[in-house]
């Protein structure tokens, strides 16, 4: 009897022993942090180069220093892998996004990790902090323009925010965040390129090649045009038509044409037509009294 009791203590106390150990070690929030990892497409996850399982990938991890690295899965053999180094923090949720490209210029993403202030701030606000990759990008809070990154941006409202970052020449990157009251959200971008981004100049100038293009095809288009339209003079009721200065019949005479004539016109205004007669004097015939042909 004295022999199963001491057995039984014994495995009272290994028992507590391994509720102990779970909890200051696995489950204690306080000694651990969170690394949460997403990606597109699917890749597999590897920390400190120990497999882990493929994304999206969820764990607690000790505070400190790692080296995350994602190879794409499947038919995505053409997207290029990834590899960074992930500061985990104790008590702190580090979140990690990537979009692998083809070549590391078109992959993008970011980095967010929520710590607590080292200085508690006046107001019952948060901060966040932005850096860039490459440097220089405009930041936007909630559609606002915030200024040029890097920026350390002071007396957040603590609640949901959309944080967006934009340089010319790349694809913009937006990120919903939750800003806590006391902490700072600390985020990394980085921008993918964007091949199709003209600069202004190159516009003008393709825009200009273009209008000299089509400006030719229409200088074309009009001197075949133009040679090719001709009329010719109807029957009158005085047997003559008038041939005058301007295409109205208030217009000065210039000279008379007869049935049956030939003219190639350049212009039509109103039904009149321009003509040049044989003896090189130029002017309008009504409408009325020609019959048009090509």
């Known amino acids: 009897m004295k022999r199963k009791l001491i057995v039984l203590g014994i495995l009272v106390l290994l028992f507590a022993v391994f509720v102990l150990v779970r909890f200051f070690v696995f489950d204690n929030p306080g000694t651990t942090g969170r690394l949460k990892v997403l990606s597109s497409p699917t890749a597999g996850i590897f920390i400190d180069n120990v497999a882990m399982g493929k994304t999206p990938y969820e764990t607690r991890l000790k505070p400190g220093e790692y080296v995350v690295k994602l190879i794409p899965e499947g038919e995505d053999t053409q997207t290029v892998s990834w590899s960074g180094k992930v500061a985990v923090r104790e008590n702190a949720l580090t979140y990690v996004s990537r979009e692998m490209g083809t070549t590391e210029l078109t992959s993008a993403g970011e980095i967010l990790t929520i710590v607590k202030m080292e200085k508690t701030p006046k107001e019952k606000t948060g901060q966040v902090s932005i850096e860039t990759e490459p440097t220089g990008a405009i930041v936007f809070l909630d559609n606002d323009e915030k200024g040029v990154a890097p920026l350390i941006l002071d007396e957040v409202v603590p609640g949901d925010h959309e944080l967006a970052v934009y340089l010319p020449g790349f694809f913009r990157r937006s990120q919903k965040i939750n800003v806590i009251e006391g902490h700072v959200v600390k985020t990394m971008f980085k921008l993918g390129l964007d091949k199709t981004y003209k600069t202004l100049d190159a516009e003008l100038e393709e825009n200009k090649k273009e209008a000299s293009k ?81």
């Open 214 to 294: 089509s400006a030719e095809v229409s200088a074309e288009k009009n001197t075949d045009a133009k040679a090719s339209k001709s009329l010719t003079i109807l029957e009158t009721p005085t047997g003559f038509l008038n041939v005058r200065e301007d295409p109205s019949t208030s217009g000065k005479k210039v000279t008379e044409v007869s049935p049956g004539d030939e003219f190639a016109y350049t212009e039509e205004s109103g039904g009149w037509y321009l003509i040049k007669t044989k003896e090189g004097e130029e002017g309008w015939v009504f409408g009325d009294y020609v019959e048009l042909s090509e």
